[in-house]
C-alpha cells in the first residue's frame, strides 16, 4: 500500500530555509509512471502547486515560487525533498508530499505537515 | 494566469439530495484539464475527478464531473453522510496549475 509521510522541522525563522523531506513506501519513485511533488496550503485557505519532478531528473516549478525553491530527489532512499529559501510568514502552512499522476495533477496525498515561519 | 471561481461557496443540502458545484475559468482550459478534490477536515484533499469527467480510482459512480472551456461541474447524484466537507478544481492545462477557493458543502 502507497504511504507518503513528511517530516522535517515545525518552525523556520523569517529569511531561513525551509527543508522537508517526503519518504514514499509502497511505490518506487524512479518509476516512469508517475510524476513526484509538493503542494502547501496555508491554514484556513485554498490549496497551491509547488513543483514535481519526473524520474528522469526533469523538475517542473510553479513559476511564482520557481526562484526560492528547489525538489530533490534520493532514490537510494526512495525519498524526495523541498527546499524554500528567504521564507517570510506569508509561507507559513501545512506542506504535502503526493504522487502526481500527471506532471502538475496529485493523485495520492501524503498527511501534510505544518511549517510555522515565526521568529 | 487562470483563476478558477467557485460556487456557491457553501452549498447547504441534506443527505439523498443532489449536490451541484461549479468552477468557472478566466480563459479556457486547455484539453479540460480539470480536477476536482474533496478535503474533509484536518484530512489531505482526495482526488476525485481528472480530466474534466474521469473518475479517479475507488470513488463512488455517484461522483461525475462534466464541462469544458470555461464552464465545469460537479455533481454528487445523491449525497451520503460522508459527502459532506469542502471541495476544490484544479486546473492543470497552463504553465502554472491553478485551485479554486473550493466550495463548503455542508448538512442542512
Known amino acids: 500500500q502507497l504511504q507518503l509521510q513528511e517530516s522535517g522541522p515545525g518552525l523556520v525563522k523569517p529569511s531561513e530555509t525551509l527543508s522537508l523531506t517526503c519518504t514514499v513506501s509502497?511505490?518506487?519513485?524512479?518509476?516512469?509512471?508517475?510524476?513526484w511533488g509538493w503542494i502547501r496550503q496555508p491554514p484556513g485557505k485554498g490549496l497551491e502547486w509547488i513543483g514535481s519532478?519526473?524520474?528522469?531528473?526533469?523538475?517542473y516549478y510553479n513559476p511564482s515560487l520557481k526562484s526560492r525553491v528547489t525538489i530533490s530527489v534520493d532514490t537510494s532512499k526512495n525519498q524526495f525533498s523541498l527546499k524554500l529559501t528567504s521564507v517570510t510568514a506569508a509561507d507559513t502552512a501545512v506542506y504535502y508530499c503526493?504522487?502526481?499522476?500527471?506532471?502538475?495533477?496529485?493523485?495520492?496525498w501524503g498527511q501534510g505537515t505544518l511549517v510555522t515561519v515565526s521568529s | 494566469e487562470i483563476v478558477l471561481t467557485q460556487s456557491p461557496a457553501t452549498l447547504s443540502l441534506s443527505p439523498g439530495e443532489r449536490a451541484t458545484l461549479s468552477c468557472g475559468a478566466s480563459?479556457?482550459?486547455?484539453?479540460?484539464?480539470l480536477a476536482w478534490y474533496q478535503q474533509k477536515p484536518g484530512l489531505a484533499p482526495r482526488l476525485l475527478i481528472y480530466?474534466?469527467?474521469s473518475r479517479a480510482t475507488g470513488i463512488p459512480d455517484r461522483f461525475s464531473g462534466s464541462g469544458s472551456g470555461t464552464d465545469f461541474t460537479l455533481t454528487i447524484s445523491r449525497l451520503e453522510p460522508e459527502d459532506f466537507a469542502v471541495y476544490y478544481c484544479?486546473?492543470?492545462?497552463?504553465?502554472?496549475?491553478?485551485f479554486g477557493q473550493g466550495t463548503r458543502l455542508e448538512i442542512k
Open positions: 503526493a504522487r502526481h499522476y500527471r506532471r502538475e495533477l496529485p493523485d495520492y
Open positions: 509502497g511505490a518506487s519513485i524512479s518509476s516512469s509512471s508517475y510524476y
Open positions: 484544479q486546473q492543470y492545462g497552463s504553465s502554472l496549475s491553478t
Open positions: 480563459q479556457s482550459v486547455y484539453s479540460s484539464y
Open positions: 519532478f519526473y524520474y528522469s531528473g526533469s523538475t
Open positions: 480530466d474534466a469527467s
